[in-house]
């Protein structure tokens, strides 16, 4: 739901409304992120951004907010958890950092074949690299499905509810994916869980809102 939907229904200022949201989704992703991803996990990288936003697509494209897609899966390759991260950048120390908060010792990881992904292995993790060429290739390789349909679901979800999404609160807004996909099997809870992680997380005055998300890079 937008901020300014979220004005409307709920008849206050759009500012407040605005303030609202990005407390509610800096608790998910502060949530989210004190988990970690374990067996089975399919990764990619991923930019916000796009044609539509102009400049070249994909990697080297610039002007555009990156961030990882992950998707823990079971034995019958059903997706179990997601994680989308915002990243710093696609650097192998930036990824191994990543992996460290994002993954348990011993995740089994597939990713594509870039380079910086072999940080998941500084991380104490099994990675598998697949060279796929990218495009339909990628696309239609069983070992990435779920994490190709979900990344096409979270990109068709921002565009068509937000009009203008600022990248240094990318995080954010993919934390709300991230929390509603990974309670989905125990919706009736979610709102009363939510409210008691928000009362549990550090008071974000405006000033911070303000400031871009923690994104993971290296320390």
Known sequence: MSCLTLHRQLGISYNAALRMKHKLMQVMMERDNSWQLSGFVQIDDAYWGGERHGGRRGRGSENKAP??????????????????????NFRRKTIQEWAEHALKK???????GLSCFRGIEDAGCQHTAIITGGGHASMENELFTWVNTMLGNVKTAITGTYHKLDPKHLGRYLSEF??????????????????????????????????????WKPG
């Open 67 to 88: 961030f990882v897609a992950a998707v823990q899966t079971d034995a019958d390759n059903h997706p179990i958890y997601m994680k989308f991260n915002a990243v710093d």
């Open 106 to 112: 011993g995740v089994r990881a597939v990713s594509d």
């Open 178 to 215: 991230n929390y509603r996909f990974n309670r989905r099997f125990d919706m009736p809870s979610m709102i009363s869980r939510l409210g008691r992680a928000a009362v549990n997380t550090a008071p974000m005055p405006d000033r911070l809102l303000k400031l871009p998300d923690v994104q």
